[in-house]
């Protein structure tokens, strides 16, 4: 096991709500990154959070949003959610911003309908 | 931006033969190239990484080797068993802030008692 834990495990919204998913990283590290995987796909990077703040984002549209908190734990916000939203989300921690070595939790499974 | 290709999508070994996956990546600036194995219901586990500076790495029963002139990079698993059997991810990753990690399409590895 990583030490990096994820909730909830599995999620149903609608088209249309809010989610909100939330990580703990691993004890140590400060960098948190956030990740999309579709059903049968490699992950694609959402962004990333260094001392609670945006440090790189990948190609995903503003509704999705985040958080980092003082105790380094993150928060994946979703608005106005999509059919195409449904995945896999993997947050991922490393021990620095300039780390290339991700450790991954077990990742939250969102359904839309 | 980065891109990498991964074959072959499935693969099937008997247990005891050896399996080899296959990568490669576009953009001469990636500098780190992680393998994941993931699990049915899991977040991606790092197996093993490669740094650009190193041409081969083992593990116990796996290897990756990288070929920076040619820009790809191999995955090795000898006398595979079935608990090998997973989807592994190669990823690749360049220098920068948020060092954010670019996946393959995922290997579907079936090992046969």
């Known amino acids: 096991e990583t030490g990096v834990t994820q909730s909830p495990t599995h999620l149903i919204k609608t088209r249309g709500q809010q989610v909100t998913l939330r990580c703990s990283s691993q004890s140590g590290h400060n960098t948190v990154s956030w990740y999309q995987q579709a059903l049968g796909q490699g992950p694609q990077f959402i962004f990333q959070y260094y001392r609670e703040e945006e440090n790189g984002r990948g190609n995903f549209p503003p509704r999705f949003s985040g958080l980092q908190f003082p105790n380094y734990s993150s928060e994946l916000n979703v608005n106005a959610l999509e059919l195409d939203d449904s995945a896999l989300y993997l947050c991922a921690s490393t021990l620095g911003a300039g780390d290339a070595l991700q450790y991954f939790g077990p990742g939250t499974r969102l359904t839309v309908l | 931006g980065e891109n990498v290709e991964q074959h072959p999508s499935t693969l099937s070994v008997q247990e005891g033969d050896s399996a080899v996956i296959k990568c490669t990546y576009s953009d001469s600036a990636s500098n780190y190239f992680p393998w994941y194995k993931q699990e049915l219901g899991k977040g991606p586990q790092l197996i093993i990484d490669i740094r650009s500076n190193v041409g081969e790495k083992k593990d116990q029963r796996i290897a990756v080797t990288l070929n920076k002139t040619a820009k790809h990079f191999s995955l090795h698993i000898t006398e595979t068993q079935p608990e090998d059997s997973a989807v592994y991810f190669c990823?690749?990753?360049?220098?920068?802030?948020?060092?954010?990690?670019?996946f393959g399409s995922g290997t579907q590895l079936t090992v046969l008692p």
């Open positions: 990823a690749a990753s360049m220098v920068g802030s948020a060092r954010q990690l670019t």
